[in-house]
């Protein structure tokens, strides 16, 4: 299969990259991220629990459109360098 075949197909992940499983500032970052939302699933009651799980849907929501975003400018950019070296 073409690139373009498995980016169509779904069979490349940005996520599942080796570069970012290896990456420690991702997997100190994770960490960090992790050991926080733990302190604060033990401090906080009922209520504040279900706004903070809102929060972090909200959250993830908005990087996954960040990143898309910025994953369709790179890709215009490099099609644009493409062209420019034909």
Do not use: H, P, W
């Amino acid at each position: 299969m073409t690139v373009l075949e498995n980016l169509y197909n779904g069979n490349i992940e940005q996520t599942d990259s080796e570069s970012l499983k290896n990456n420690m500032r991702y997997k100190e970052g994770l960490r960090i991220v992790g050991r926080l939302q733990e302190k604060m699933a033990e401090t906080l009651n009922e209520e504040q629990t279900e706004i903070f799980e809102k929060y972090l849907t909200a959250a993830n929501e908005l990087s996954i459109v960040i990143n898309e975003e910025t994953f369709k400018t790179g890709y215009r950019l490099a099609t644009q360098i493409m062209i420019e070296c034909m």
